[in-house]
């Protein structure tokens, strides 16, 4: 069974950091592009980044780059979301998805997700 | 960047309808990458339809999707209690990108 386990989230103050992980299980996570996608308080759906299936590759949305690091751990099975210089906006629930052996693929499997919320 | 524009923003209607929700693409999607999700509160979104027309493993068949180009089409022949929730359509062609979301709500 595709299992994806997000950690991580939590409430910090502008400017500060979180890591966001990402624990898979029940597939080859190595042969899978991977997904950050965030969802506001009563708002819709927002890719954030993309990691391709070594790490040698990757995509930010605008409003993350330069902020936001996307990686992975292959040995592991385990992806991650470096968030730093966080701002009231970054507040979302964080969710990491499957996608798949190429970079034009669906998101088939998806965690629960992480709530980040950034406050004062 | 692909925008996507679904409508309408709410669809209420009864079990046992039929509901027909509409996305449009501000240009056109490759190769028919676009899929459709459901997600219901405090849950992650869940794949419905992808490749414009095929279900995902598991989706009923009152699930169906149609279109290409920039017009697409959801359509749940006959709705069941589990079936209100919010539906966002998604393109993956590089990257991803999502409609805004249609909720549909019993009326």
């Known amino acids: 069974e595709v299992q994806l386990v997000e950690s991580g989230g939590g409430l910090v103050q502008p400017g500060g950091s979180l890591r966001l992980s990402c624990a898979a299980s029940g597939f080859t996570f190595s042969s899978y592009w991977m997904h950050w996608v965030r969802q506001a308080p009563g708002k819709g759906l927002v890719w954030v980044s993309r990691?391709?299936?070594?790490?040698?590759?990757?995509n930010y949305a605008d409003s993350v780059k330069g902020r936001f690091t996307i990686s992975r751990d292959n040995a592991k099975n385990t992806l991650y979301l470096q968030v730093n210089s966080l701002r009231a906006e970054d507040t979302a629930v964080y969710y990491c998805?499957?996608?798949?052996?190429?970079?034009?693929?669906?998101?088939?499997?998806w965690g629960q997700g992480t709530l980040v919320t950034v406050s004062s | 960047e692909i925008v996507l524009t679904q409508s309408p923003g709410t669809l209420s209607l009864s079990p046992g309808e039929r509901a027909t929700l509409s996305c449009r693409a501000s240009q056109s999607v490759s190769s028919s990458y676009l899929a459709w999700y459901q997600q219901k509160p405090g849950q992650a979104p869940r794949l419905l339809i992808y490749a414009a027309s095929s279900r995902a493993t598991g989706i009923p068949d009152r699930f169906s999707g149609s279109g290409s180009g920039t017009d697409f089409t959801l359509t749940i022949s006959r709705l069941e209690p589990e079936d209100f929730a919010v539906y966002y359509c998604?393109?993956?062609?590089?990257?991803?990108?999502f409609g805004q979301g249609t909720k549909v709500e019993i009326k």
């Open positions: 998805a499957r996608g798949g052996w190429y970079s034009s693929s669906q998101g088939d499997y």
């Open positions: 990691i391709n299936s070594d790490g040698s590759s990757t």
């Open positions: 998604q393109q993956y062609g590089s990257p991803w990108t």
